[in-house]
């Protein structure tokens, strides 16, 4: 006779569990939007500093780079800007904005192990 009371592995993955863990980085991707780049180094050294990989810090270089190459074209910039000084303007916030944000919702998404995959008893040599 089966239970009343369904087991978890029945029931399948609760839709709270995947909010609570996407939450951090959907707030974490925020943090540029809101700051319109001006804070676009800060997700990626979140990451950077969590994953310690070489990659990472490139990126977060990438970014912290893009921001400061921002805050300086817009000291030197009139504020009455077109044309093509308007246009570079434009393209360092969207990389910073846009791009920060990206890459907040998906750097290390796709998960990787820590070692080779277990291989089976043909893989290893046995038969």
């Given at each position: 006779m089966k239970?009343?009371?369904?087991?978890?592995?029945e029931v399948g993955p609760r839709p709270a569990t995947a909010?609570?863990?996407a939450a951090p980085r959907?707030?974490?991707a925020a943090v540029p939007v809101v700051t319109l780049g001006m804070l676009s180094f800060v997700p990626s050294l979140v990451v950077a500093a969590r994953r310690r990989r070489a990659s990472d810090w490139l990126v977060c270089a990438g970014f912290t780079a893009a921001n400061v190459a921002w805050v300086i074209w817009a000291v030197l910039t009139?504020?009455?800007?077109?044309?093509?000084a308007f246009a570079a303007d434009l393209l360092l916030v969207l990389v910073t904005t846009l791009g920060a944000a990206a890459h907040a919702l998906f750097a290390g998404s796709g998960r990787r192990t820590a070692g080779p995959v277990a291989a089976g008893p043909v893989a290893?040599?046995?038969e």
């Open positions: 239970s009343a009371v369904p087991v978890a592995a909010v609570m863990t959907v707030l974490l009139p504020a009455e800007t077109r044309g093509a290893a040599g046995a």
